[in-house]
């Protein structure tokens, strides 16, 4: 091969190269965005579909077939379950799932986990919830049933305890 016919080659894969790495860039493949963006919409479509039971009545060990009362565990368990994700059936179960992560890292559609409640000592997961986005937690408890509740302030602040990632 001669000079002139190895630029040539050296050229053309060159610019193979190129198309390639711009249509894998172009269509998302094989970049985390793309699947950050996949996860945060499953997470997102998980709230919606929540957000479809606002006000549904709290019942204290609602039974996972009926979504005409939740307890927060059931809530959860039912939701995620439409999209693939089979949770266990208590909150305290609910916790050892999925993978750890911080506040300051959640996502749309990340369980979050309070010692709340009667049975509460602070350490004990007694509650779940879902993180909204916006500092905000899909969840049920007591009145009003479904509801919104802020992670940042009060009640939710004081007893928050731990997030797990399940999508």
Not at 73 to 85: A, D, E, H, N
Request: hydrophobic fraction near 35%; proline fraction near 2%; glycine fraction near 10%.
């Amino acid at each position: 091969m001669n000079k002139q016919q190895w630029i040539k080659k050296a050229i053309v894969v060159s610019m193979c190269t190129t198309i390639g790495f711009s249509s894998l860039v172009a269509t998302g493949i094989g970049t985390t965005p793309v699947a950050a963006a996949s996860v945060s919409s499953t997470g997102q479509k998980v709230v919606n579909l929540g957000k479809k039971y606002m006000g549904v009545r709290y019942q204290f060990g609602a039974s996972t077939s009926t979504t005409r009362v939740f307890d927060c565990s059931s809530f959860t368990k039912y939701i995620f379950k439409k999209y693939g994700v089979n949770l266990p059936r208590t909150s305290a179960a609910q916790s050892k799932v999925g993978k750890a992560v911080s506040k300051a890292n959640l996502r749309v559609g990340d369980l979050v986990f309070f010692s709340s409640g009667s049975r509460a000592n602070g350490r004990n997961v007694t509650h779940v919830g879902v993180y909204a986005g916006n500092g905000k937690i899909l969840h049920t408890y007591g009145s009003p049933g479904v509801t919104l509740s802020n992670l940042n302030s009060g009640h939710w602040k004081k007893t928050y305890l731990k997030a797990r990632r399940v999508l």
